[in-house]
């Protein structure tokens, strides 16, 4: 190891220059690792990134079969009636999830009016202050 060579070259009460000195080849050698360290994570990066692929599926996909199916960014609309006692059933299930023990009732169950992405969009745009 290097270290204790370096140490006991140093004197035991160093001038202004040799502290300068030496504080100057640490930041160097901090910053050239430094400078290989990204250099590694931009090469791991390259490694990682995958060339964008044309969606030529669905492009060939006729439109009965392109409305059949919904893409991957739109959510699947659910078309189906449920039971009502099993969405009683979820829904008291979910507020005992939330609430836990404490008493509650469920006064009714309607639909929303808009869809969880809208919700999620209002959510976000009401916790900001504006100025």
């Known amino acids: 190891m290097q270290t204790?060579?370096?140490?006991?070259?140093?004197?035991?009460?160093?001038e202004l220059g040799e502290n300068l000195q030496?504080?100057?080849?640490?930041?160097v050698f901090v910053i050239i690792v430094l400078l290989i360290l990204a250099?590694?994570?931009?090469?791991?990066?390259?490694?990682?990134?995958?060339?964008?692929?044309p969606e030529k599926s669905a492009a060939k996909a006729t439109p009965s079969t392109a409305a059949?199916?919904?893409?991957?960014?739109?959510?699947?609309?659910?078309?189906e009636e449920l039971d009502p006692a099993l969405t009683a059933a979820i829904v008291a299930a979910a507020v005992h999830a939330v609430i836990g023990d404490q008493p509650h009732r469920i006064l009714s169950i309607r639909?929303?009016?808009?869809?969880?992405a809208q919700e999620g969009r209002r959510q976000i745009f009401s916790s900001h202050t504006v100025r």
């Open 111 to 116: 639909p929303a009016q808009q869809s969880w």
């Open 39 to 53: 250099g590694i994570t931009q090469l791991v990066g390259l490694l990682f990134k995958q060339p964008a692929k």
């Open 68 to 79: 059949s199916s919904p893409s991957k960014n739109e959510p699947a609309e659910v078309t």
């Open 22 to 27: 030496f504080i100057l080849v640490g930041f």
């Open 4 to 14: 204790p060579a370096i140490l006991a070259s140093m004197p035991a009460h160093p």
